[in-house]
């Protein structure tokens, strides 16, 4: 069955962890419900920023802003970054060519706030999406989305030690099966992993 709400996402993770199930995202009052409100948004856009999830990259043709009269500024133009950006994948010019970082020299662009700096004109990018409906998440996300929602609620809980260190490494094989999962669809510089995987459940 494919699933298709964010009831069904907070009701995995809640049964999983041997707790009632919800009737609403929106409305259900009770704590379980409470709490699946209170985590669901951070989880999902942090998970979704940890990699190049192929179902999350989309491309982009950035808007051009005036980049000011400032006798320091360092690049020649400035870009608006596009709505609901969470992390740059690449960079191309006017050529479809992909801008790369070579040590010891200026960079090719440079992401300030909302704003992404660079020489090149007619600025194209790919970048994820934070993404809200689930219809279009991947099989492979949702698992690993429903792990991390585990995670989460068992510290607010104060479930047991032994289940969070469980779900953890649950979580971890999970990835790794994603991992590979994209390999077969793209390039393995595409799903590369941050070192910051497991400290975004510090919240």
């Known amino acids: 069955m494919k ?9 995995l993770a809640l049964a999983r962890i ?3 199930s919800i009737s ?3 409305k259900d009052t009770s704590v379980q419900g409470q709490f699946c409100r209170m985590v ?3 989880s999902k856009s942090a998970l979704l920023a940890q990699y190049n999830w192929t179902f999350a990259i989309y491309p982009a043709k950035l808007n051009q802003i005036d980049n000011g009269d400032d006798e320091f500024k360092e690049y020649s133009y400035k870009y608006f970054l596009p709505e609901g ?5 690449s960079v191309y010019n006017n050529n479809q060519e992909e801008l790369i970082n070579i040590t010891n020299r200026k960079k090719p662009y440079v992401l300030e706030g909302k704003y992404l700096f660079t020489d090149v004109d007619n600025c194209k990018i790919k970048y994820i999406k934070d993404i809200d409906t689930v219809t279009d998440f991947s099989p492979m996300f949702i698992d690993c989305f429903v792990l991390d929602l585990c995670v989460r609620l068992t510290r607010i809980f104060n479930s ?8 953890l490494m649950e979580f971890s094989q999970a990835i790794e099966k994603a991992k590979v999962s994209d ?3 793209t390039t393995l510089s595409q799903i590369s992993s941050y ?8 919240f």
């Open 183 to 185: 390999c077969q669809q």
């Open 40 to 42: 669901y948004e951070q």
């Open 85 to 89: 950006f969470l992390r740059l994948v």
């Open 195 to 202: 070192p910051i995987m497991f400290s975004t459940w510090d």
């Open 160 to 167: 047991s030690t032994t289940l969070q260190q469980q779900l």
């Open 18 to 20: 041997e707790q009632n």
């Open 3 to 11: 699933i298709s709400s964010k009831v069904e996402i907070c009701n």
């Open 24 to 26: 609403s995202f929106e």
